[in-house]
C-alpha cells in the first residue's frame, strides 16, 4: 500500500472519531441553545461516540466471520467499540435490527446505515468482493430502497475518494452513472449551492446533501468539519460523515495533531486500518 493511500485510509476513520467529537459537543450546545457557536475538540476531551463506533462494528465484521449486526448487539450489550463504554445514541430503528426485531415498521431513513460505509470503502484494500457486496447489501438499509440507494452513492464517493479522485470528479454526478439510483438520490449532487446553511438532519437524503455542499465549499479538513457542525441539526452524523469525507481526501497529514492526540481510545480506531 502506498504512503498516500494509507494517509487517505487513517485520515478517514481519525476524521470519523473527530467530526464525531466536535459534532457532539455543537449538538449539545444547540439543545442548550447556547450562544457560543465555536465548537472544538477540546471540549469533548476525545471521547467519540456510536457514529464512530458503527464504523469499527462494520470493520470488525469484514475482518471476522461475525456479521455487523451481531457486533452492534455485542456493543449494545457490553460497551465495545466504544470510547467510553456508554451506548446511548443509536436510533431505535438500528437497536431494533441489531436486536432481531421481526416487526417491520416504515423506515425513517436515518443515517446510521451511511456510517458503515467508511469499513467497507477501506474494506476494498483488505477483501474487494466481501467489501463491495457488503456496501450494496447493507443490513441497516435492507428493505428500504431509499437507504440501500444512499449507501451505495456514499459508498462510491468514499471509493473514489481513496482512489484519488479530484475534488471535481467526486462531486461531478456523472461519475456515478454506473449506479442504478432512486430518482431521490440521483439528485444529490444536481444542486449543490454555494450555501451551506442547509438543515442537515438524521435522514439519509438531507445528511449526503448537507456533507456534500460542505465539502464542494470548504478547502480543508478543519474548515469542513467546523463549517457542518456550525450549519447542521444533527451535528453527531453529519459531523461523522464529512470526517470520513474530508478525512479521506484530504489525508491524515491535513489534521492537526494536537485535535489527533485528543482522540480517546486510539487502540480502538486502529483496528480499522491493519493491513
Not at 450489550?77 to 431505535?92: A, D, F, H, I, Q
Not at 467489501?131 to 440507494?149: K, T, Y
Amino acid at each position: 500500500m502506498s504512503t498516500i493511500l494509507k494517509d487517505k485510509c487513517v485520515g478517514l476513520v481519525v476524521g470519523c472519531a473527530l467530526g464525531d467529537c466536535i459534532g457532539s459537543v455543537a449538538d449539545f450546545k444547540h439543545q442548550e441553545k447556547s450562544q457560543d457557536q465555536v465548537t472544538t475538540p477540546e471540549e469533548s476531551e476525545g471521547y467519540w461516540n456510536e457514529a464512530t463506533s458503527l464504523l469499527l462494528c462494520q470493520s470488525v465484521a469484514l475482518s471476522t466471520d461475525v456479521s455487523v449486526l451481531n457486533c452492534i448487539q455485542d456493543m449494545i450489550t457490553t460497551g465495545w467499540g466504544t470510547s467510553n463504554g456508554e451506548v446511548t445514541n443509536l436510533s431505535k430503528a438500528t437497536v431494533d435490527k441489531a436486536k432481531g426485531s421481526k416487526i417491520l415498521k416504515p423506515c425513517k431513513h436515518n443515517t446510521d446505515c451511511l456510517l458503515l460505509m467508511g469499513a467497507l470503502a477501506i474494506g476494498y484494500y483488505r477483501d474487494y468482493e466481501k467489501g463491495h457486496v457488503e456496501a450494496f447489501m447493507n443490513p441497516l438499509a435492507s428493505g428500504c430502497r431509499l437507504c440501500m440507494d444512499a449507501c451505495k452513492l456514499f459508498y462510491s464517493v468514499l471509493d473514489l475518494t481513496l482512489h484519488g479522485g479530484t475534488k471535481l470528479q467526486i462531486l461531478n454526478p456523472k461519475s456515478y452513472e454506473n449506479l442504478v439510483l432512486c430518482p431521490e438520490v440521483a439528485n444529490i449532487l444536481e444542486d449543490l449551492k454555494t450555501d451551506i446553511n442547509v438543515k442537515g438532519e438524521d435522514h439519509v437524503i438531507d445528511s449526503i446533501q448537507t456533507v456534500m455542499k460542505v465539502f464542494s465549499n470548504t478547502w480543508s479538513y478543519e474548515e469542513g468539519v467546523r463549517a457542518i457542525v456550525n450549519a447542521s441539526v444533527s451535528p453527531v452524523r453529519t459531523g461523522a460523515l464529512l470526517g470520513q469525507l474530508c478525512g479521506a481526501y484530504y489525508g491524515l497529514t491535513d489534521i492537526k495533531e494536537d485535535w489527533i492526540d485528543l482522540l480517546q481510545r486510539k487502540d480502538l480506531l486502529r483496528e480499522c486500518v491493519r493491513f
